[in-house]
């Protein structure tokens, strides 16, 4: 046999043996996607070819188990929130359902009813109608953020400025009941990554909650300062404040402190859950704290945007 013989037969052997390797490495494939059929979506494929088309398709197989397994854990989320809010919203829906049928029953068959309590009866009713309007509402809001449906538009927000707009749209409230607002903002504006609609919509929840619920309050602040990697904001006022064995739960769902239950017939008892949920959304944290008629302070933090300013 010549030299090219052997040559040959050293090619043959070595393409025989590159063919048994992708054999047993697709069969190996195969049984993965075997595993993921059977509902395993946490399997992965971990194997190196040097034949690189082998090696895209397992990055292809890889990254679409990977998204189907992202797609069922969000399914299983928003079943989840769907769930409790039902179950949820049936409970909180029967008290005050079963109370406006309690009244407008008295209102159709008592007859010997006067005509001021008819009306006041009717305005209870209505005034419990609202309350469920705005529990609805601020349900729908709960169960979207618990399943992360919500379109959230993060990037570089002037958080100097969003203050200063929201301490203005409270001035007329602020003068009807005498109360001082105070500001303290850094010379230069400070800057945050994160939502202008979510933002608004805490700040503005915290600071109705302080001309609210703090009751006897001459001064409502809001303050901002910023540290590495971070920026503060609180919201305080001198109110009636709440007291120390409330304040770990007041961002529970529907938790109201006793006192300032049925003050506002509108109120859910969901406005701070909400804010909760908004600011974890928005990658930051909330704290309340409170020593009543000193200062009742909610500090909440946002990433900063560093780089950013000007
Ligand atoms: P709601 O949505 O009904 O307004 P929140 O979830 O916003 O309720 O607030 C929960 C409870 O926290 C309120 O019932 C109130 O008792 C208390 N609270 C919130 N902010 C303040 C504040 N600034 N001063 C005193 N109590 C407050």
């Not at 309690?102 to 005509?115: A, C, M, N, P, V």
């Not at 946002?302 to 000007?310: A, I, Q």
Request: hydrophobic share 40%.
């Amino acid at each position: 046999m010549s030299i090219l013989h052997y040559i040959l037969i050293i090619i043959v052997i070595l393409l025989i043996l590159l063919l048994l390797s992708c054999y047993k490495k697709i069969a190996y494939i195969s049984k993965v996607l075997d595993v993921i059929l059977q509902g395993n979506i946490n399997a992965r494929i971990r194997l190196q070819s040097q034949i690189r088309p082998i090696n895209l398709l397992i990055t292809k197989i890889n990254s679409l188990s990977a998204k189907l397994q992202e797609v069922e854990e969000k399914n299983k989320r928003s079943e989840e929130s769907r769930k409790k809010m039902i179950s949820n919203i049936s409970h909180d829906l029967r008290t005050p359902l079963t109370s406006m049928l309690g009244y407008l029953e008295i209102i159709f068959e008592d007859e010997s009813l006067s005509k001021s309590e008819r009306e006041s009866y009717e305005k209870i009713v209505y005034n419990k109608g609202n309350y469920l309007l705005n529990l609805m509402e601020e349900f729908f809001q709960v169960s979207k953020l618990d399943s992360m449906d919500i379109k959230l538009e993060i990037k570089k927000v002037n958080v100097s400025e969003h203050i200063r707009e929201n301490i203005v749209s409270f001035f007329a409230e602020f003068k009807k009941h005498n109360i001082e607002p105070e500001i303290i903002l850094p010379e230069d504006d400070v800057y945050a990554f994160g939502d202008e609609k979510a933002l608004n919509r805490i700040l503005n929840n915290l600071i109705n909650n302080a001309l609210k619920y703090g009751a006897k309050a001459s001064i409502i602040g809001v303050g901002l300062r910023e540290e590495a990697d971070k920026v503060f904001i609180e919201v305080w006022d001198n109110g009636s404040g709440i007291p120390t064995e409330d304040v770990s739960y007041i961002f529970d769902r529907l938790y109201t402190v006793e006192k300032s239950r049925n003050l506002n017939s509108k109120s859910s008892g969901l406005g701070l859950t909400i804010v909760k949920k908004l600011v974890w959304a928005l990658g930051g944290t909330i704290s309340a704290e409170s020593i009543p008629n000193e200062r009742t302070t909610f500090t909440f933090t946002l990433p900063k945007n560093d780089n950013s300013r000007g």
